[in-house]
């Protein structure tokens, strides 16, 4: 054992090598006349080195493919779901824009024919065709679908024919602009402008 | 190095297993090295190796980018060790046969019909000794001696490893340390 407390705290600091050079000065001169804290220094030394000098075995060889066998296959859903858990808010923004415009999208798709007027008006319907009749003034936007606009009578305001076309009697008019929509950016961004607000929607009438 | 360590983590989160296969290669001598000297059995020590590769696996998500991976991977590998030693002591080794009496086929390594030099034969001897000895102590020494003077690490990386103050690991270093000198002094 050291014979001191403080040659023991010396020892220690000079092999965790923090000890200054005022330090390691001190506990040579100290272990120069110390029989004690000399030898116990050098077995200090010793077994470090010997834990130093200790082979590093290998692991098998067959233990990387032994691990990959036993590792589960990530799914690729999983990738998701690792970026949306610790992104709340976002994730909910994200699920409320997919939802948003899937529901526009089948919107787009799958509501055949279909004409609103925004406004005031009355409209007949011929099949696909949707007509002002002549003498009816549409006071107000005539909006058509997936079919076709017939104006005989008058339009105050814009005609959107969205994937429509329009059979422009030489007797009919339009006041606004015919503007015309044949994709689905156009036309969501055309929605999204808030133009077309389902609570004007009118259904197609039987017949 | 850092770096593709970093590219390859960010490749095992996106399920990348050929990544993986990068880090098992990387790291499963030191992961098996530090399970080896703590539970002290070869066999044992390559299943903690394994399991603790199969939780860093499934549980890389838990891994920030910012820290060091090595330190994690590490940590995992010593908790699973320890955990190891809290169910199995004290029975397998403490039974085993003890250096200075018979065989050591425990921790025999080379097959017993092969002839070896004196000197090798000698060292062989003095490898098991060690590890034997390093076996002996408590395990919360073992684990800074492993980590300090097998693995070479620092203060620093072992207090984040073993999650305790650097003044803790000093300690332990220093009584490990003075531990080891008496078992080894005849040496
Ligand atoms: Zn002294």
Redesign the interface.
């Known amino acids: 054992m050291a014979c001191s407390l403080e040659m023991k705290r010396l020892i220690?600091a000079v092999?965790?090598e923090e000890a200054t050079a005022e330090e390691q000065q001190k506990l040579k001169t100290h272990m120069h006349d110390c029989r004690h804290c000399r030898q116990?220094y050098n077995?200090?030394v010793?077994?470090?080195n010997?834990?130093?000098g200790?082979?590093?075995?290998?692991?098998?060889e067959h233990?990387?493919a032994?691990?990959?066998s036993?590792?589960?296959?990530?799914?690729?859903g999983?990738?998701l779901k690792?970026w949306f858990?610790p992104h709340p808010v976002l994730t909910a923004a994200a699920v409320f824009i997919i939802l948003m415009i899937s529901s526009f999208f089948s919107l787009w798709q799958f509501t055949p024919f279909q004409a609103v007027v925004k406004g005031k008006g009355r409209l007949a319907y011929q099949g696909n065709t949707v007509i002002v009749p002549k003498d009816e003034v549409i006071d107000g936007d005539l909006i058509v679908k997936n079919g076709n606009a017939k104006i005989e009578g008058k339009v105050k305001g814009d005609v959107v024919l969205i994937q429509s076309h329009s059979l422009l009697a030489s007797a009919g008019h339009v006041n606004g602009k015919i503007e015309k929509i044949n994709k689905f950016m156009e036309w969501l961004w055309y929605d999204m402008k808030g133009f077309f607000t389902r609570v004007f929607l009118i259904k197609r009438l039987p017949g | 190095m850092e770096s593709k360590i970093k590219r390859l983590i960010k490749k095992i989160k996106k399920g990348d297993q050929a990544a993986f296969e990068e880090i098992v290669n990387l790291y499963k001598n030191q992961v098996y090295n530090i399970c080896y000297r703590m539970v002290g059995l070869p066999h044992e020590a390559e299943d903690l190796a394994q399991e603790t590769f199969l939780r860093a696996y499934t549980h890389i998500d838990q891994f920030k980018s910012d820290k060091t991976f090595s330190t994690w991977l590490y940590r995992i590998a010593t908790n699973l060790s320890i955990d190891y030693l809290r169910k199995k002591r004290p029975s397998t080794y403490l039974d085993a046969d003890i250096p200075g009496t018979e065989g050591f086929t425990m921790y025999m390594h080379v097959p017993s019909d092969e002839r070896l030099p004196e000197d090798r034969l000698i060292e062989n001897e003095k490898q098991k000794i060690i590890h034997y000895e390093i076996n002996q102590l408590p395990p919360k020494y073992r684990s800074v001696i492993v980590l300090k003077y097998l693995q070479d690490l620092s203060l620093k990386e072992i207090s984040n490893i073993l999650n305790l103050p650097e003044t803790t690991v000093k300690t332990r270093v220093h009584r490990a340390r003075e531990a080891l000198r008496k078992r080894l002094r005849h040496f």
């Not at chain 1, 200790?54 to 098998?60: A, H, T």
């Not at chain 1, 036993?70 to 690729?76: A, Q």
């Open positions: 220690d092999l965790d116990h077995q200090l010793q077994s470090i010997l834990l130093k200790l082979e590093q075995p290998n692991v098998s233990f990387t032994s691990v990959l036993v590792v589960p296959i990530r799914e690729k999983q990738t690792r858990k």
